[in-house]
């Protein structure tokens, strides 16, 4: 099939829940996509944050290979070795004593909602119920987790909203010590807002966020499912924060591609789950955690991260360079290989002239270009990025003539 054809038949047979780029990606290799036509494309997407390691991982395509032969699920009833080896190895390289596996960011964030919510009821009674998340944020889109995110446009026409959710400005101290009450039972964030527009938490906010909540018993949950896993140029954000959280939800990354998702938390909060309380059929399936603890055991040899880190510098100084040159470059922002650059026009036309240039890219919040490649990529696949880009973004003052 063609393009043409598989939109035609998408049309024909999906809902209409996406606003798709004109673009049927077929295979991909490293940091490279190839569509039904042949056409290369540098991807600075990544599925989302998801194709940590590039397509087509020598490691994580064997040790796929290998798993799907021996066992794609056995269910929760019994115990398999991945899903056993993949939480020791996340609680040994975390602040976390336990994990839940499930398969998506909304899962797992869902999971960190009723553990905090159980953990409160049982120790501090049943008013003790609300979370407060913040404005502008991603958390999902199951009805808890739309709910917990902070931005009306998720969440309009599927009233009515769960209960118990209240909302604050990211990084205001003062509108959060407001919003504090004694029904306050966690307080909930990403350590960078990618969705929203890739912002970044302030380290003297989150290190009194932190202080308020072991104060008060507030549990404090970190949404991590795009930060975590080497994203920022750690294994986990927080551990550029100087903060830890007590439940920390993972996902996108943490299967190199394959579904899956985590909630990890200390002993002291993971044991108001017991059997029966919480559960998911395909959760921590021996596929699924055979590709997670391959990511993990590559992330942890330490190159990987390590060029990682250096390429988030490298993309983030050249991003600076642009926008330097560019006056309709508002700002740059970003942690390691999750980078946002705020244009003062309308980024869609923006992305579209990329991917004719043979570039994938991605915007959020309609002005904000989101670059969230492959960990691997290149210091000459980003070259290619950061020679094309500038002839990309239009001119402040055509803005107004675009739409
Ligand atoms: C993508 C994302 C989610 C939702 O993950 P899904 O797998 O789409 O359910 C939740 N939180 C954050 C921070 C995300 O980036």
Not at 147 to 152: D, P
Not at 305 to 319: T, V
Not at 352 to 364: I, V, W
């Amino acid at each position: 099939m063609l393009t043409e054809e598989v939109r035609r038949e998408a049309d024909q047979y999906l809902m209409n829940t996406y606003a798709r780029l004109p673009l049927s990606i077929a295979r991909g290799r490293g940091a490279r996509v190839y569509d039904l036509e042949g056409r290369e494309y540098i991807d600075f997407v990544g599925g989302i944050a998801v194709n940590l390691l590039g397509h087509g991982h020598p490691d994580l395509v064997l040790a796929i290979q290998k798993q799907v032969v021996h066992l794609i699920h056995a269910s929760n009833l019994y115990y398999t070795e991945p899903q056993v080896k993949l939480a020791k190895a996340l609680v040994e390289h975390s602040f976390a004593d336990k994990v839940f596996f499930c398969n998506s960011g909304a899962e797992a964030n869902e999971a960190a909602i009723k553990l905090a919510r159980r953990y409160a009821h049982d120790k501090h009674g049943s008013g003790r119920f609300q979370i407060i998340t913040m404005k502008n944020s991603f958390h999902g889109r199951t009805l808890a987790t739309l709910t917990a995110t902070g931005q009306e446009k998720v969440q309009k026409g599927f009233e009515p909203l769960m209960p118990g959710f209240t909302y604050v400005p990211f990084n205001n101290l003062e509108a959060l010590e407001q919003a504090l009450s004694d029904q306050t039972a966690a307080i909930m964030l990403e350590p960078v807002q990618a969705e929203g527009g890739v912002h970044v938490v302030h380290q003297a906010y989150l290190a009194r966020v932190r202080e308020l909540c072991r104060e008060r018993d507030i549990l404090l949950i970190f949404d991590e499912v795009q930060t975590g896993m080497g994203r920022t140029g750690t294994l986990f954000a927080y551990e550029q924060l100087g903060v830890q959280p007590d439940i920390m939800t993972l996902a996108k990354g943490l299967g190199g591609g394959v579904p899956i998702g985590a909630c990890l938390a200390t002993n002291a909060v993971a044991k108001a789950f017991t059997p029966g309380s919480h559960a998911s059929t395909f959760g921590g399936n021996p596929l699924a955690c055979t590709a997670g603890l391959t990511v993990m055991q590559v992330l942890l040899e330490g190159r990987v991260l390590d060029h990682a880190k250096r390429m988030g510098d490298y993309l983030a100084k050249g991003l600076q360079d642009c926008k330097d040159r560019q006056p309709s470059v508002k700002e740059v922002r970003g942690l390691g290989l999750l980078q946002g650059m705020e244009l003062a026009v309308d980024g869609k036309a923006v992305v579209e002239k990329a991917q004719s240039r043979g570039l994938l890219l991605n915007c959020t919040m309609d002005r904000v270009l989101r670059f969230v490649p492959p960990l691997v990529i290149t210091q000459a696949e980003i070259d290619r990025l950061l020679d094309v880009l500038p002839h990309l973004i239009p001119a402040a003052t055509q803005a107004g003539h675009h739409n």
